[in-house]
């Protein structure tokens, strides 16, 4: 701690004008703390020890010295066990003196060393501070005596901290080596840690023969040190030590003037009375002791108008001043210390001036009046921007020096305008909304920092059109497929909420969207019509139907609005069933008669207008067939012996008849059985269960009592609803009477249709039986089945009635025990995928809610058994004819047994491709597939922008009960293809070289086949190929979502979690996909899950092929020159050129030939090989130019020559005579 008490000066301000202040100086005193490690006398001890030396004995004394005060500057000492010698030492933790604990066993000329810890503790806060130090003791013989000092005068040494006697003895002395015959002796001057141990060499030491002299070195200074202990050292030829420590005093001299701090102006408003405080100076001082450091203030010269304290620098008026007559004092202050100077020499203490501004300034003694005390703005427009002028304000103050502020005190409603608090301007800060508020009424405040004034302004807004219609009471229709009602089918009703009066006209128009025109017409009066009849059956139609009205104000010609109108068709049996038996049925001649084959069919309606199928053999068949085979329920049987050389092959009429009665029901299965309280648990042969005939039951007749065991069984075809039944349980036994007891069981039957299990949502959990999962515990109000359905309510922001949980399945996975879920979302269009999708965003939320860990949400079996795959593969939905029964003592569950298994994808899926037009923040989120064999991925893309993410295949959210971290990811950078692929311990990053230009399409191909990763970039218009290809260890498994163009989940946050390498980009693709297609699997528009900012554009597919016009001008050349060679038939030529025109034949046919299997290449295969020869055909395409260029000059040389040949001018002149020999000819060389 440098100073224990410190001056703090505060000053005061207010923002008026002039701004008014005040100050005061207050005394800080700084308490110690342990912030100081302890610091050794020496900076080496080496002691003498001697070798006949007694335990216990002393031997040297260790000291250090610790700059914090009080308890924090005690120091303790121990020796540390770090070194071997520790046992032989002892020392005292108080004063530092060290013994011998274990007897001297070296020579002389030996030595121990030890290490010594020194050390202080703060108790209260438990700082501790320490410092080690080792310490060597030589082993010496007892006859072997120390060296010994004279001093030649008193000490301690008392020196003014102004001594500068540099050359003068300090202290002089003697010393002897206690040798004889050996006088030598050498002394040192120990350099401490510290100053006041010399650590800066302020004393030096002169030693001549015995004779040794300690000087100044360096100037003293009483605030660095007030005292030394120096340490002197002599060693004598036996190496034998003494040490004699020297105290020199220093005392303080005046040799600090005062130092100004803090303030060098201040203020006074005017006609203040006298003795108004202006303000305070202060100054210091840094000598050490009173009364050098005490600083005493005056004003040079004496001042009429103002006096100072001369203790505390406290400045006030001494008069009442007029700022018209002056407005700007400058005063001297003089800060004096208190005892003379050891500068001067005069007896006049050290002083410091300082030159003070002091202020008159105004007074504020008049309120601001605004210039109007109502102010009011009209036709405020509702939807003015955010920072639009609405009026301003003013005030005006006879005080010339007082700012005004202005405020707004009241009225502000939802802070829609703010206030210039300088200027008095009123903006807008907020939203408008006519709708909401249509007047606002503000009382505005002017302050001048004392008086203030206050105006109100009134505000009226406008209406604007600035909001779109609204659709009332939609709800979910329902019609008969195949029909076309004469009728509406729909009144819609939509409000202007522009518009306050809602009886009055609306002005609004309706339409159909353009895609649904076909299908759908509405009038002005919203009466919808049905124009096509829809159908519910597959392929072409479906279950609901989906239909976009768009409503328009202002007549048509303002805002418009959409609403989905949702139509839900009925079935009718309109569809016969098929024979799905795979043909021909093989049946072996001279086989006894039995069954041939078991008969199957399909029908597109649903399963209430289909099964049960019944089959029949024709009626108008043959009497042959009908005594030759016979089928009976779903069979076909033989009724004879067959003989292959009398007849090959029968064809056998088969009807099949659907059901056009009621849907398939639930078949007669045990629910569960009465259940009453009884300790004996086992004795249920002692109770009877009888239906209680005191309450009348009219539904009891869909349910059967078993008398004996209590098995409550359902009868087939029970409806839906909700069902309470009564029963009485009588209990006799030969150790009590006959007794009964009444109780009450509640039965909910829902129907759950095959499509709705196709479309129903799925999530595995674990750690959780299926009872547990059914029950309520003691210590909770509701089943996890019962907060399951509430959660998912939540997510979907619906009635938890309109949720269904009808599967509730035990299932072994990995090891381990499962249990798989299912929910169906009623009165909704949503899909499987969607539900899943949803549901993963808030999986963790599910989790606190149901209280059970979840495994996953959408129930994957291909993550586990898609390897099996050859190529990608498939979770499908299997239905069991035979339902889940779960009993326990208070609850029974029945429900539908599906279950998921992976299937295959071999072949591939041809569908009417879509272009994907997305935008920045856009994505298209496709259902999940599967692989961990060899998987391609090709899409052709057209970007807008540099920077986008296309495609991303990974993990939605962190599931720390399955973190699996693998992802392939494509991006571009810069306009670069960048592939990002994890395989669950490293991310693999490859950049492609190629730039992408805007509003081109380039075809992207992502194989990722065994310990090779390759990344193919194809330009569709110049069919240029580069292929990026890395080895890797080994492919990882996909499987999840597909993120189109952006992604929906948090990849920085995925990133941080699973510690990827490299992230992919949050920045969405900007352009379009074309042909997406993973393992043969071309995707379809009709297969998003969810998108945003997507605009489909479906159409068929079609061959297209790319025309390349440099390569069809390339064509064009040659053709030119196989022109040439026709017309040289006819002329003669010298040996050069018939020469180069030979080479010119051989080259064409070259070129040509080339040409040729570029266009076959480039447009029916795509082998390793043919990639090869497309990336070199570029080089040659560029170096047949030259050739080009010269056959064209050749041929309109030629053309030239024949056409004056033909017009007999100048052809002599041009073609030359045959320059061959006699014996050779033109025509014995074809041209």
């Keep these: 701690m440098n100073e224990k008490i410190i001056y703090v000066t505060v000053l005061a301000m207010d923002d008026g004008s002039p701004r008014l202040y005040d100050m005061c100086t207050f005394k800080v005193t700084v308490l110690d703390i342990n912030d100081n490690a302890p610091i050794f006398d020496k900076a080496r001890y080496e002691e003498t020890v001697f070798k006949d030396s007694e335990i216990n004995k002393y031997v040297a004394t260790i000291s250090a010295m610790d700059m914090d005060e009080g308890e924090n500057g005690i120091v303790k000492y121990e020796i540390l066990e770090t070194m071997s010698d520790f046992a032989y030492f002892g020392i005292n933790e108080n004063n530092g003196i060290i013994r011998i604990t274990k007897q001297i066993d070296r020579n002389p000329g030996d030595y121990y060393t030890i290490r010594v810890r020194a050390y202080n503790e703060d108790m209260n806060n438990g ?46 002395m003697n010393v002897n080596s206690n040798i004889q015959n050996n006088p030598n002796v050498f002394c040192t001057l120990t350099k401490g840690h510290t100053e006041q141990t010399n650590s800066q060499s302020t004393f030096k030491l002169e030693q001549n023969n015995t004779t040794v002299l ?16 120096l340490q002197v050292v002599a060693k004598n030829a036996y190496y034998m030590e003494t040490a004699l420590v020297i105290k020199i005093v220093v005392l303080d001299d005046n040799d600090n003037a005062p130092e100004f701090d803090g303030n060098k102006s201040g203020a006074i408003p005017e006609h203040e009375p006298p ?54 004092y400058i005063l001297q202050v003089i800060a004096e210390d208190n005892s003379p100077s050891i500068w001067f020499r005069n007896g006049k203490p050290n002083r410091a001036s300082q030159m003070i501004t002091i202020q008159i300034t105004d007074k504020n003694d008049h309120q601001p009046l605004f210039r109007q005390k109502y102010y009011l703005v009209e036709d405020v427009l509702e939807d003015q921007k955010t920072g639009t002028f609405v009026l301003k304000v003013e005030a005006d103050d006879q005080d010339t020096s007082s700012v005004i502020k202005y405020s707004i005190l009241s009225g502000n409603v939802d802070d829609a305008f703010k206030i210039n608090a300088t200027n008095g301007q009123i903006l807008v800060n907020n939203l408008l909304d006519y709708e909401m508020i249509r007047e606002y009424t503000l009382v505005v405040q002017a302050d001048d920092g004392i008086f203030q004034d206050n105006t109100t302004v009134c505000i009226k807004i406008t209406n604007v059109n600035d909001n779109p219609p609204r659709f009332i009471d939609m709800h979910i229709l329902k019609i008969q497929e195949e029909s076309i009602p004469t009728d509406c089918i729909m009144n ?65 010609d303002g805002m418009k609005t959409s609403a989905m109108v949702n139509i839900i068709l009925e079935d009718i049996n309109d569809n016969a069933p098929q024979l799905s038996n795979v043909m021909p049925v093989i049946w072996n001649e001279n086989q006894p008669p039995g069954i041939i084959t078991k008969l199957m069919a399909i029908d597109l309606d649903e399963t209430q207008h289909g099964l049960p199928f019944v089959y029949s053999i024709e009626s108008n068949a043959s009497e042959e067939i009908k005594n030759k085979f016979l089928v009976k329920d779903d ?4 009724l004879v012996s067959f003989d292959r050389e009398h007849q090959k092959e029968f064809h056998v009429p088969i009807r099949i008849q659907d059901s056009s009665e009621k849907p398939r029901m639930l078949p007669k299965t045990e629910i569960g059985r009465v259940y009453v309280e009884d300790p004996d648990d086992w004795d249920i042969a002692e109770k009877l269960f009888e239906w209680d005939l005191n309450i009348a039951q009219p539904s009891k007749i869909h349910f059967d009592l078993n008398h004996e065991s209590g098995a409550i069984t359902i009868s087939a075809g029970t409806p839906s609803g909700i069902y309470e039944l009564y029963f009485i349980v009588f209990e006799h036994s030969r150790y009590f009477e006959r007794h009964n007891v009444s109780t009450r069981m509640i039965v909910t039957v829902k129907d759950i249709w095959e499509e709705d299990v196709d479309r129903s949502g799925s999530i595995r959990f674990v750690n959780v039986t299926d009872e547990e999962f059914l029950t309520k515990t003691a210590d909770q109000l509701s089943s996890p089945k019962d907060r399951l359905v509430w959660s998912i309510a939540n997510v979907f922001n619906i009635s938890k009635e309109y949720v269904d949980v009808f599967t509730v399945l035990m299932d072994k996975h990995e090891n381990d025990t499962v249990l798989d879920v299912r929910y ?83 072949r591939a899926n041809i569908t009417p491709i879509v272009d994907i037009h997305l935008e920045d923040d856009g994505y298209a989120l496709l259902p999940s597939i599967s692989s961990c064999g060899i998987t391609r991925i090709t899409m052709e893309l057209s970007a807008k922008a540099d920077d986008g993410l296309v495609l991303y295949i990974g993990p939605l959210y962190y599931n720390k009960h399955k973190s699996e971290r693998n992802f392939v990811a494509l991006q571009l950078f810069e306009g670069h293809p960048v592939l990002l692929v994890d395989d669950g311990n490293d991310t693999i990053r490859l950049e492609h070289k190629l730039y992408l230009h805007h509003n081109i399409f380039y075809t992207v191909e992502i194989i990722l086949q065994s310990q090779i990763i390759r990344l193919i970039v194809i330009d569709n218009e110049t069919r240029v190929t580069v292929e990026l290809v890395r080895e890797v260890e080994h492919i990882p498994k996909l499987h999840g979502l597909i993120h189109l163009g952006g992604s929906s989940a948090n990849l920085n946050y995925l990133g941080s979690i699973f510690n990827w390498t490299y992230v992919p980009q949050g920045q969405g693709f900007s352009g379009t996909l074309h042909n997406f297609t993973i393992n043969d699997h071309m995707y379809s528009g009709n297969e998003t899950i969810m998108t945003k900012n997507m605009i489909p554009k479906y ?55 080339i040409d040729m299997m570029y266009f076959f290449v480039s447009y029916h295969s795509f082998n390793n090989a043919a990639k090869i020869f497309l990336y070199c055909y570029n080089y040659y395409f560029t170096l047949t130019w030259v050739f080009i260029a010269s056959a064209l000059w050749l041929f309109t040389f030629f053309i030239f020559g024949h056409l004056c040949n033909m017009c007999k001018f100048v052809g002599e002149r041009l073609v030359a005579k045959p320059y061959l020999q006699k014996n050779i000819s033109p025509q014995s060389h074809p041209m």
């Excluded at 108004?276 to 108008?305: C, F, M, W």
Aim: glycine share 4%; charged share 20%; aromatic share 10%.
């Design 275 to 328: 003795g108004t405080l202006v303000l305070q100076v202060h100054a210091k001082d840094h000598d050490g002791t009173p009364a050098n450091n005490i600083v005493s203030y005056r004003i040079e010269p004496r001042h009429h108008a103002f006096q100072i304290d001369h203790q505390t620098g406290i400045i006030t008026s001494l008069v009442e001043f007029d700022r018209e007559s002056k407005d700007v």
């Design 824 to 906: 169906l979302v009623q009165n909704s269009s949503y899909t499987a995928d969607f539900l899943n999708a949803m549901l993963s965003y808030q999986v963790h939320q599910l989790e606190d809610d149901v209280g059970v860990p979840v495994v996953t949400v959408g129930i994957d079996e291909c993550v586990l058994k898609g390897c099996s795959c050859k190529g990608s593969c498939r979770n499908n939905i299997y239905k069991s004819n035979y339902p889940i029964t779960i009993s326990t003592n208070t609850i029974s569950f029945v429900g539908v047994n599906a279950f998921v298994q992976a299937d295959c994808m071999y």
């Design 127 to 172: 700082i501790l501070q320490d410092a080690e130090i080792d310490v060597e003791f030589r082993v010496v013989e007892r006859n072997d005596l120390r060296p010994y000092f004279t001093l030649l005068q008193q000490i301690p040494i008392v020196l003014h901290e102004s001594y500068d006697e540099y050359l003068v003895p300090l202290v002089k």
């Design 1099 to 1153: 159409h068929q597919v079609n061959l297209t092929i790319h025309v390349n016009y440099d390569f069809m001008i390339h064509l064009f050349c040659l053709s030119m020159v196989l022109i040439m060679f026709c017309l040289l038939k006819s002329h003669r030529f010298t040996k050069m050129y018939y020469l180069m025109i030979q080479a010119y034949r051989i080259l064409c046919l070259f070129f040509i030939t």
């Design 214 to 229: 300690i000087m100044l070195n360096k100037p003293l200074d009483f605030e660095t040190a007030a005292e030394y202990s």
């Design 492 to 556: 819609l009703q939509a409000y202007d909420p522009d518009i306050d009066d809602r009886t009055q006209n609306q002005h609004i128009r309706f339409n159909v969207a353009e895609m649904h025109e076909d299908f759908l017409s509405i009038d002005d009066d919203g009466c919808l019509r049905l124009r096509k009849a829809l159908d519910r059956d597959p392929p072409q139609g479906k279950q609901m139907w989906q239909f976009i009205i768009i409503a328009t104000d202002e007549e048509g």
């Design 635 to 638: 069979k076909l049987y033989a």
